[in-house]
């Protein structure tokens, strides 16, 4: 079973930041979060990944709060092609283990 | 340049037949695995292999035989095709921080 919690589903004007929020109250401490979107009939791409510290990247910014139970995913200037499913995963660092998937965040971009 | 390629993209066929899909990654990974994703949208992942040997099976039943001719290739193939297996099945390779999909297969068993 998947060990976050996150929202349905959510709309955001296009241009605007769209922060999606989730839930990871059972985080064990080597358990990093990683963010993955799937655009429709595409496969799942990855967005970024931290521990404990937030990170940036070309794509997105990661905001994890000082007790790790939650995080809040960030697009700084949403447009219409992040249109798209968004999931929140707690995993072991490293590349062998399995993704387990929940529900996402569908994310709408309002024009 | 494709990263992790499947084919076919969509494979329609009857009831019984058995089926293979088939997937690449050029990306130098030891790992690759197969997700399927049902009706519903969720996504489970089925098998893992790593360097061509199976390291994780999700109580897949056995008409579903995953093969791994090499680590740039692991193919699926289904015996005996049910209702219950249409979906899209989507192939993906990691190194060390993320999983590399590709663009999936749609089945759909009549």
């Known amino acids: 079973d998947a060990k976050t919690t996150q929202p349905p589903s959510m709309d955001c004007a296009e241009g605007r930041a769209a922060n999606l929020p989730c839930n990871h109250s059972?985080?064990?401490?080597?358990?990093?979060v990683y963010w993955y979107r799937q655009i429709h009939s595409q496969g799942p791409q990855y967005i970024i990944h931290g521990l404990k510290n937030n990170e940036t990247n070309e794509m997105a910014s990661l905001i994890i709060t000082e007790d790790r139970k939650s995080s809040t995913l960030i697009l700084p200037h949403a447009t219409l092609r992040d249109t798209a499913v968004y999931y929140c995963?707690?995993?072991?660092?490293?590349?062998?283990?399995?993704?387990?998937f929940g529900k996402g965040t569908r994310l709408h971009i309002l024009p | 340049d494709t990263a992790v390629s499947q084919t076919p993209k969509y494979l329609v066929t009857q009831m019984g037949n058995d089926k293979s899909i088939k997937c690449e990654q050029n990306l130098g990974h030891d790992t690759m695995y197969w997700y399927k994703q049902d009706s519903k949208k969720f996504l489970k992942i089925m098998f893992s292999?790593?360097?061509?040997?199976?390291?994780i099976n999700e109580t897949v039943p056995n008409r579903f035989s995953p093969k791994s001719p090499d680590k740039a290739h692991l193919n699926l193939h289904i015996n005996s095709l049910e209702l219950g297996d249409s979906a899209v099945y989507f192939c993906?390779?990691?190194?060390?921080?993320?999983?590399?999909f590709g663009p999936g297969t749609r089945l759909t068993v009549l």
């Open positions: 059972t985080i064990s401490g080597n358990e990093y």
């Open positions: 995963i707690v995993r072991v660092a490293g590349g062998d283990d399995k993704i387990i």
């Open positions: 292999y790593n360097n061509k040997e199976l390291i």
């Open positions: 993906a390779s990691s190194q060390v921080w993320e999983q590399f």
